[in-house]
């Protein structure tokens, strides 16, 4: 029999239902493992909550249970990429216990340094709950497609914002009345941010990222654009148009003319027609797609978020360890993976989705036009919907294909224009 002692660091939802499941008996071959909770610690020992732990010893600092010999491996759910989650996982590794983390931030950010100390003193590090909750998407690329190419992955990485748009569009309902509605039923924090502007998918994607290519940027190198600016005046006129507005994390690797490598990496909200499998993944669902060399496009798709889903990652990453599975975290040796690698800009052209809000009087679209011929860019569809309430009007534009960088240039100038109220929102449109 397997046998394998845990510590629990962080009994929020997650640590709960691992606790939980563990306790009342996994749905596992029991003549195979033995898994036994040594020790917990969270903020509180006295909170109620859904499994019993009495008999279970508690720690007010989860860094003395480092030292507690018979405790195999330390599972941190407490989050954050510094304080006491970083220390623990450090410290823990120091003193040859494995770790199992959910932790998307500090992976994100120290993954490959936690790689290196586990692959120096032969210890079990995995973090399967880290990346799109209960989808088993780091398994897929570390072993399922263990012997692919891949070139490049898009994700819907953030189920926040995946119901936001969703419910925007059900409800006819602007973006700030859903994300109150979000909040109220627990789908969006109490402060939003690092859902909303992206920073929650971004670190996803940098995972990913080290996973298929064992590059990982340094998120202050991303391009990261959240869907705060999106309204149901768009959600509408992209549903006329044949499209799906959803947030991407997106990541490619190609080789430049020299036949160096190049990352495109990048989280933004983009149109996907109707037709496409990402456009269908509604709600608080998650879905990663990757395409490879071999298996060719691969989609999954499941919960994001959630206790009893991430629990089930963080559950899959205990009887590895159980196990004895020996696996590099990223798939590769810490000597291949590259930190801090940068991001290119986007070299592909695409089609872009444009909404100007602008004072309904003349001249205003021919110095509109003046700037995308000074440009070279060209416009497949326009369409002109009058405010009669303030005298407003919305240009919505549909360009051909064009340049990114070209087309920011652009825009720069046309905010600046006498009658563009707002900043422009402007969306690629994904092919």
């Not at 939980?20 to 029991?30: R, T």
């Not at 079990?124 to 398994?139: C, D, H, Q, R, Y």
């Not at 926040?160 to 109150?180: A, Q, S, V, W």
């Not at 004895?324 to 975290?329: A, E, G, H, I, S």
């Amino acid at each position: 029999m397997n046998s394998i002692k845990i510590g629990i660091a962080g009994l929020g939802n997650v640590g709960q239902e691992v606790a939980y499941q563990i306790l009342n008996g996994l749905n596992v071959q029991k003549d195979l493992f033995h898994i036994e909770i040594i020790a917990v610690s969270a903020k509180s020992k006295n909170k109620s909550r859904k499994v019993n732990l009495e008999n279970i010893k508690f720690f007010d600092n989860p860094l003395d249970m480092v030292v507690v010999p018979e405790i195999d491996v330390i599972v941190e759910l407490i989050g954050g990429d510094e304080g006491v989650a970083k220390e623990l996982c450090y410290k823990a590794l120091e003193n040859n216990k494995g770790v199992i983390t959910a932790n998307k931030a500090l992976i994100a950010k120290y993954g490959k340094e936690l790689a290196v100390l586990a692959e120096k003193n032969n210890l079990f590090f995995s973090f399967e709950a880290s990346v799109a909750g209960g989808i088993p998407i780091l398994k897929l690329i570390r072993e399922g497609l263990i012997v692919n190419k891949i070139n490049k992955l898009t994700g819907i990485l953030n189920g926040t914002c995946n119901y936001i748009l969703y419910e925007m569009e059900k409800e006819k309902k602007d973006f700030h009345e859903i994300l109150e509605e979000a909040q109220a039923k627990g789908y969006a924090e109490a402060d939003p941010s690092f859902d909303i502007d992206g920073i929650d998918a971004a670190h996803k994607i940098i995972i990913l990222s080290g996973l298929a290519y064992g590059k990982m940027p340094n998120i202050k190198d991303l391009s990261i654009k959240g869907i705060r600016n999106i309204t149901l005046t768009d959600i509408t006129n992209c549903d006329q148009l044949g499209f799906k507005i959803k947030l991407l994390g997106n990541s490619q690797l190609l080789k430049n003319r020299d036949g160096i490598d190049e990352l495109f990496c990048s989280v933004e909200p983009w149109l996907i027609p109707k037709d496409y499998g990402l456009a269908s993944v509604s709600g608080v669902t998650n879905a990663v797609q990757v395409k490879s060399n071999l298996a060719g496009s691969v989609m999954i798709t499941g919960p994001g978020a959630g206790g009893e889903p991430t629990a089930s990652a963080v559950l899959a990453d205990i009887i590895d360890c159980a196990n004895k599975t020996n696996l590099y975290p990223f798939g590769r040796t810490s000597s291949e993976i590259e930190n801090n690698f940068n991001t290119s800009i986007y070299k592909e052209k695409f089609k872009f989705y444009l909404r100007l809000n602008v004072v309904d009087k003349s001249g205003v679209l021919s110095d509109l036009t003046s700037i995308f011929k000074l440009y070279n860019l060209s416009i497949e569809s326009f369409i002109q919907k009058a405010n009669q309430r303030d005298k407003t009007a919305d240009l919505i534009i549909i360009t051909h294909e064009a340049d990114n960088n070209i087309l920011n240039q652009a825009l720069i100038e046309i905010q600046d224009l006498d009658g563009v109220i707002n900043e422009p929102v402007c969306l690629s449109i994904y092919s």
